[in-house]
């Protein structure tokens, strides 16, 4: 069955940076059809937000105000993994942080309900 790996996370200090990784299986998700891999994450007492999202195969990317300029989403369809590679860590992204394919998609987006499949999260803690 379709299914997303999240792997990655993990405790840094305050300016420090992490790469997450997202491996799709079960399903063509680097098929050649248009769709999109979003990261959201969730803080506990939080809503869950997104971060981050890539289209495949034209590979377009969007990002949430608070990722902008430090995080960078990217992609190797040879290896069916995406990548969310943060800098410049700051405390208050701490989170749980999830993968999520969208299948289909026509525009990029944080519509949570509009994605398909989620992955179970990889935690990141960063402190000050």
């Known amino acids: 069955q379709a299914q997303l790996v999240e792997s990655g996370g993990g405790s840094v200090q305050a300016g420090g940076s992490l790469r997450l990784s997202c491996t799709t299986s079960?399903?063509?998700?680097?098929?050649?059809?248009?769709?999109?891999m979003g990261w959201f994450r969730q803080a506990p007492g939080n809503e869950r937000e997104g971060v981050a999202v890539?289209?495949?195969?034209?590979?377009?990317?969007d990002y949430a105000d608070s990722a902008k300029g430090r995080f960078t989403v990217s992609q190797n369809a040879a290896e069916n993994t995406v990548y969310l590679q943060m800098n410049s860590l700051k405390p208050e992204d701490s989170a749980m942080y999830y993968c999520a394919a969208r299948l289909g998609c026509s525009w990029l987006g944080f519509d949570q309900e509009k994605y398909n499949y989620w992955g179970q999260g990889t935690q990141v803690t960063v402190s000050s």
């Open positions: 890539i289209s495949t195969p034209d590979i377009r990317t």
């Open positions: 079960g399903f063509a998700y680097f098929g050649g059809f248009r769709n999109c």
